[in-house]
């Protein structure tokens, strides 16, 4: 009996458990559909009440048109004009030099002199022979028309006549080479002094003052100058733009811009001068060189520069911020903001593409307004505001980024090697 009345007494206690959750989701259940009921109540009129839409807070742009410059853009290297490698053609101690490390030189200055004691002491060899087979040759040839005389008048046997004359003209040959004995001894005295061949900077000296000197060493330079004005830069774009740059390049020379990255200094212009003659099958790229003036000397050699080449420009051209297309399913899109401050989703085609500016080729018209922030919370439809357009209008003044866009942009988008077209 015991027994079976506690067991009464659980099954009592979980009844009453299972009775009040059940009761508190009918509770809830009720509350629930109360509220539908009421978002669904009608007014006076019969229409469905519903809440008011949320206006999202935009940022926006006008699409704009322009002139756009058809441009290539890659990362080039720059290239000394020439290289000078300045050797010594002579051996000896080397006496003095007239430059400091990396100083700029001129075409003509003197850089080095080398002892040249030796090289006067055989030039003046070489003009004392010279002078005394001149001597010889004079008094040969005297004694040669004396006995050309005797020999007419069988004075003295022809054979006599002919020694005579073949002394002459042995002697006249041996002047002749004192002659270039003294030109070479002249030449080899002019090699102890050292001329800078190009106008360029000099570099680290490779040898100094009082180290005897190697004629034509090949494993020692004295010193490097490179030429820096004009100066080359050369970089490489996709093969698949050559068709269009020779096509361009017919028509004149173009036009490229050197910039240093990470600096605010204007680009350093130049024109293109050099296309290779192959592709290079490795990379798929064919390279170029263009030649600057380098005026300012910005441009050094072995630095990496951003390039731009300028193809063309395609005129009246329908232009958005860069960051206002975005990517779907169904392709590139933009917001349209409509004159009820509602956004409509608008399908385009893309054409040149950078960071900052993008192409529209079709599905925009120039003075349509499009949301440049804040793109992720909106849908076809959506209510939005323009962040800043009441603040700009009380002030009077037009600041709509737009404007800014337009006096921001007028480099104008480029055609990158990763080029983005719709």
Request: hydrophobic letters at 35%; one cysteine or more; glycine letters at 8%.
């Amino acid at each position: 009996m015991e027994m079976r009345g506690a067991f009464v007494r659980k099954f009592n206690a979980i009844r009453n458990i299972s009775g009040a959750i059940a009761t508190i989701l009918i509770v809830a259940a009720l509350a629930t559909l109360t509220m539908l009921a009421q978002s669904c109540t009608k007014d006076a009129v019969g229409v469905n009440t519903k809440r008011p839409q949320a206006v999202i807070p935009v940022t926006a742009a006008m699409a704009v048109e322009k002139d756009v410059p058809v441009e290539l853009r890659a990362v080039g290297n720059v290239e000394a004009y020439s290289t000078v490698s300045v050797k010594s053609l002579i051996s000896g101690q080397l006496q003095e030099i007239h430059f400091k490390e990396g100083q700029d030189v001129k075409k003509g200055d003197l850089l080095f002199t080398i002892d040249p004691r030796t090289n006067e002491v055989a030039l003046k060899q070489a003009e004392a022979a010279y002078a005394r087979d001149l001597a010889q040759m004079e008094n040969a040839k005297k004694d040669a028309r004396r006995y050309e005389e005797l020999a007419k008048k069988e004075y003295v046997a022809v054979s006599q006549y002919d020694q005579y004359r073949t002394a002459a003209d042995a002697l006249e040959a041996t002047v002749k080479a004192d002659k270039a004995s003294i030109d070479n001894a002249k030449l080899q005295l002019s090699y102890c002094f050292i001329y800078s061949p190009v106008t360029g900077r000099t570099g680290s000296l490779l040898i100094h003052k009082g180290n005897l000197i190697k004629a034509s060493d090949d494993n020692k330079f004295m010193v490097v100058i490179n030429q820096v004005q004009p100066i080359y830069v050369n970089f490489a774009v996709p093969a698949q733009y050559l068709p269009d740059i020779k096509r361009y390049d017919s028509g004149g020379k173009l036009a490229i811009e050197a910039t240093q990255p990470q600096t605010n200094e204007a680009p350093e212009k130049g024109v293109l001068t050099f296309i290779d003659n192959a592709v290079d099958n490795t990379t798929g790229t064919i390279h170029i060189k263009g030649t600057f003036d380098n005026n300012s000397k910005s441009l050094w050699p072995g630095e990496f520069v951003n390039v731009r080449l300028t193809l063309t420009v395609k005129p009246h051209a329908v232009v958005v911020p860069s960051q206002t297309v975005m990517t779907g399913q169904s392709g590139q899109f933009v917001y349209v903001i409509k004159p009820d401050s509602t956004v409509d989703t608008r399908y385009v085609t893309t054409g040149i593409a950078t960071d900052r500016e993008t192409v529209i080729d079709s599905g925009l018209k120039t003075g349509e307004q499009v949301v440049t922030d804040g793109q992720l919370r909106l849908v076809s439809g959506s209510k939005v505001s323009i962040k800043g357009a009441e603040k700009g209008s009380e002030k009077g003044g037009d600041k709509s980024p737009e404007k800014g866009g337009e006096k921001g942009g007028d480099k104008g988008p480029a055609q990158d090697n990763g080029v983005k077209k719709g």
